[in-house]
């Protein structure tokens, strides 16, 4: 160290100088006492090992008072700023598992709102004045809507699934197809979902092909369960073989076992009507005879992240009454979204319209066409320099574990940039105060109409001014 660096150190202010100025600044007050004192300290300290090691190979002088409180403001400016942020999806994949599945339909933003915002009847009976269950109040709106006897709601399809195979198979075996022993995302395994579940996985068939002899011939006095897995993240093709849900059905029958048919995606309306791919629904597979059904509420069905298990009654009961149903449960914000969004689907026309999942997925090619061109005439009309915008063509994805292999004709809006690279530009969109996520293709960035809202064309437009009209 030399005599430079000692005077710096020696000139380094002090904690106490540091707070008072910021208490005097009116900084103080954003932050707890210990907490304030706690960032000077580190960031006197961290100015401190920069002076003693320089930094980036050139030595570091002390700051000034100011200079420091400047920096501890900052930091206490980011601390209140919020780290989960809503963001543009321009991915073109409708349910992407990591900017948050399904977004929300209005109706059921204003539930989400005023119940979590207020006292409500979450778990009291207004009739009778006494207490009640929470799970009634969209037990009926379910059973309506799919034909299923009961209903319950859990946090999420993978507790569904979780708590159904413990409460009607543990200890037993459970039978299942080797072609549907899935990996969902994340730690989601089918076998290991069994086990923590304190059921023994019986496996038939093969990668490939399995047959209901299959089946049967596993079926022994050690069964509890035979399950059908929606194989929602991938297809096999070619020598494929696959029992019929039907045919399950009347095995268990025979058997005398419950059928449980985890769905994943649940979807409620028939989505070939559409000209997407035909999945069958929530309904079809109720009216089938499954006696469990699971899926997600934030897949195909559009609302917010839950669990619903529907089926036959008395099963239904044993599900409601396992211990582990409390600590999977369903909390109220998630069930007043649950509900908004449900009732959308007492008319279908309405659940296209506002759930946007639904409205992705089943609009035309022209309709998504018209919001790419309206979104070109906007960015064109922006006045911006150093950036080239056309349409073009190409395909959409569902995403988020539905309607896998299935591609989707869409219209994309796409910008080239002239003095910046498109991975620097995609990485500029990421960076705005609305971040826009959009998809890389050689030297162009592409925005997917079939994700992007009308609504959120402001975003775009002025996120993109803000990057080329200050870039020149
Ligand atoms: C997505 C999925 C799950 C898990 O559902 P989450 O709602 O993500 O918990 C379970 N099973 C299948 C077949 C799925 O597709």
């Keep these: 160290m030399d005599d430079r660096q000692r005077l710096w ?28 004192k706690e960032l000077c300290r580190a960031t006197v300290e961290k100015r401190r090992q920069g002076i003693i090691a320089g930094s980036g190979g050139k030595e570091e002088p002390a700051p000034s008072l100011t200079g420091l409180a400047g920096e501890i ?55 009778r004045g006494t207490r009640g269950l929470r799970y009634d109040h969209i037990e009926e709106l379910l059973r309506l809507l799919t034909g ?44 290991e979902v069994m086990e923590k579940g304190g059921v023994r996985l019986r496996e038939v068939g093969t990668t490939n092909r399995t047959r209901l002899r299959d089946y049967r011939e596993a079926v022994n006095p050690e069964t509890r369960l035979l399950m059908k897995i929606h194989t929602s993240n991938f297809k096999i093709v070619g020598f494929t073989e696959e029992v019929p849900l039907r045919d399950l059905v009347a095995l268990g029958r025979e058997c005398d076992l419950p059928v449980l048919n985890d769905l994943g995606s649940g979807c409620l309306i028939d989505l070939d009507r559409y000209g997407r791919q035909r999945e069958p629904t929530v309904e079809e597979v109720v009216a089938a005879g499954t006696d469990v059904v699971t899926f997600s509420g934030d897949k195909l069905l559009g609302g917010p992240q839950a669990g619903i298990i ?3 009654k008395t099963l239904l009961e044993r599900i409601k009454r396992n211990p582990l149903n409390r ?25 296209r319209s506002d759930l946007r ?39 959409a994805a569902a995403g988020g574990g539905s309607l896998p292999g299935q591609e989707i004709p869409t219209s994309l809006v796409s910008l080239t940039p002239r003095s910046l690279s498109s991975s620097r530009l995609e990485e500029r969109l990421r960076g705005l105060k609305i971040p826009i996520i959009a998809r890389i293709d050689g030297d162009e960035i592409l925005l997917d109409m079939r994700t992007v809202a009308e609504e959120e064309f402001v975003f775009i437009v002025n996120g993109l001014r803000s990057i080329f009209l200050q870039d020149g």
């Design 310 to 312: 529907l089926g036959k």
């Design 357 to 395: 999942v639904l409205k992705a997925l089943t609009e035309t090619r022209d309709e998504v066409r018209v919001r790419g061109k309206k979104l070109l005439r906007k960015l064109r009309a922006a006045g911006m320099k150093g950036v080239d915008f056309s349409l073009r063509e190409g395909t």
């Design 73 to 127: 403001t900052r930091q206490i400016d980011r601390l209140h700023t919020r780290r989960l942020r809503r963001v543009v999806n321009a991915t073109g994949v409708i349910l992407h598992t990591n900017l948050g599945r399904a977004p929300l339909s209005p109706a059921a933003r204003e539930c989400l709102l005023e119940i979590g915002c207020g006292y409500s009847n979450l778990e009291f009976d207004l009739v």
């Design 9 to 36: 150190l020696q000139q380094l202010p002090k904690i106490d100088e540091l707070m008072l100025l910021l208490e005097g600044q009116g900084v103080a007050d954003r932050v707890p006492k210990p907490l304030l």
């Design 327 to 351: 600590a999977l449960r369903i909390d109220k914000l998630t069930l007043a979204a649950l509900e908004g969004t449900l009732i959308a689907y007492l008319n279908p026309r309405q659940a």
């Design 148 to 191: 299923a006897e009961d209903a319950l709601v859990v946090n999420n399809n993978a507790a569904a699934v979780l708590l159904a195979l413990n409460s009607l198979a543990q200890g037993g075996e459970a039978v299942v197809s080797r072609g549907e022993l899935i990996e969902i995302g994340g730690e989601f395994r089918i076998p």
